[in-house]
């Protein structure tokens, strides 16, 4: 079983940045694929980014076009770590964020659908002035 956590949530004032991180119970790195979805109030869970691993040290990422050029996911120098930096957030930024994780070793892929089989409890960030 693999435990995630998320942090880094929190307010922020529109043009603001955050960046949120997703620390697991142990490696993931050329394991696991991992995402980061967000939750409005009242709306489904939408896929934002997505990060898998092709090799040492290389990474295939995707972006939401809702995020693309604002948002960006990345590894931590742990190996149990990644990132989700957060740039010019918006209100409509506003959500609960989760970070996910599928067993798929070296895929070169990966997916925003929340078809994962692990899940952290998500972190809120608020976007207001």
């Known amino acids: 079983q693999l435990q995630l956590v998320e942090s880094g949530g929190g307010l922020v004032q529109p043009g603001g940045s955050l960046r949120l991180t997703c620390e697991a119970s142990?490696?993931?790195?050329?394991?696991?694929?991992i995402g980061w979805f967000r939750q409005a109030p009242g709306k489904e869970r939408e896929g934002l980014s997505c990060?898998?691993?092709?090799?040492?040290?290389?990474?295939?990422?995707e972006h939401a076009d809702s995020v693309k050029g604002r948002f960006t996911i990345s590894r931590g120098d742990a190996e149990n770590t990644v990132y989700l930096q957060m740039n010019s957030l918006k209100p409509e930024d506003t959500g609960r964020y989760y970070c996910?994780?599928?067993?798929?070793?070296?895929?070169?892929?990966?997916?925003?659908?929340?078809?994962?089989?692990?899940w952290g409890q998500g972190t809120q960030v608020a976007v207001s002035s």
């Open positions: 996910a994780a599928n067993w798929n070793p070296n895929s070169p892929v990966c997916s925003m659908l929340p078809h994962y089989r692990y």
């Open positions: 142990r490696s993931v790195l050329n394991s696991y694929v």
């Open positions: 990060i898998s691993s092709l090799g040492v040290n290389i990474d295939h990422t």
